[in-house]
């Protein structure tokens, strides 16, 4: 596929910024048995900031194209065409993903998961990378001795806080959280949006939170921008969005969801 998009390297200078995108459009092409082809735009000419210590909310109903461009902007596309450019002003962001379930290798153990990304990183000797390990499952509320025990032995809310030890043992300063709280029960959710919370003001993180709860969204956000068939149709303060909703598919999107 055709990739004209430019993922562009910025983090050596000096910026409010973490994230820029600019004119981004994200197209699937396909052959059908036959021989025809078509194609489909899941994300057309969007642009997105968000700045150093930001969350900002992505919200639209499924297929809308958030997921879409979380993975043009993270590097994960493969099998579309791509225009715009992508400008990182930190090293470049890790993920959470949606489902805690899926997203951890059920055969290692919890120790072996979050220690992975550094043994591949290749930077830290074994000695500095179990203290790192160790260090990050205070720091996301894991109990030290859940270090030898595999995924399945841990509740939904625990596999999530692994994730999210994971996205963090590099220590990026952007993280893109994919509906990080829709597979977990309501008791836990509140947890895990209080400890991303939490983690923001003691790493000095930003976020891309994406999800189709605003409620969720208004609990955590600092900005909103309201995603609808692959374009931005509205953007600014939650509060703002949330009180004064300019397009009718926010309108929409606020009354579906009673507030």
Not at 56 to 81: F, P, W
Request: hydrophobic letters at 35%; charged letters at 30%.
């Amino acid at each position: 596929m055709k990739h004209d998009t430019r993922i562009i390297d910025k983090s050596t200078e000096e910026s409010d910024l973490v994230l820029d995108v600019r004119d981004l459009t994200v197209t699937y092409k396909t052959s059908s048995v036959f021989g025809s082809k078509s194609s489909y735009t899941a994300v057309n000419h969007v642009n997105l900031s968000i700045r150093q210590g930001e969350i900002l909310g992505l919200v639209g109903e499924s297929g809308c194209g958030k997921s879409t461009m979380s993975r043009a902007i993270l590097g994960m596309l493969d099998d579309a065409e791509i225009t715009g450019e992508i400008i990182h002003y930190t090293r470049r962001p890790q993920m959470v993903f949606q489902d805690p379930f899926s997203s951890l290798n059920p055969a290692k153990t919890i120790g072996w998961i979050l220690e992975e990304p550094l043994r591949i990183f290749g930077k830290y000797d074994e000695k500095e990378r179990k203290a790192r390990v160790l260090d990050m499952m205070d720091r996301v509320g894991l109990e030290r001795e859940l270090i030898d025990r595999k995924p399945y032995e841990l509740s939904g809310g625990q596999k999530q806080r692994v994730s999210i030890g994971v996205a963090l043992i590099r220590r990026p300063r952007l993280i893109v959280a994919d509906e990080p709280v829709s597979a977990l029960d309501v008791s836990i959710q509140g947890q895990i949006l209080r400890l991303l919370l939490e983690l923001r003001d003691d790493l000095d993180l930003s976020y891309l939170f994406i999800t189709h709860d605003l409620n969720v969204c208004y609990s955590i956000c600092d900005r909103v921008a309201v995603m609808y068939n692959g374009q931005i149709v509205e953007e600014g303060p939650v509060e703002r969005v949330y009180n004064d909703p300019q397009h009718e598919y926010t309108k929409t999107l606020l009354e579906a969801a009673l507030i």
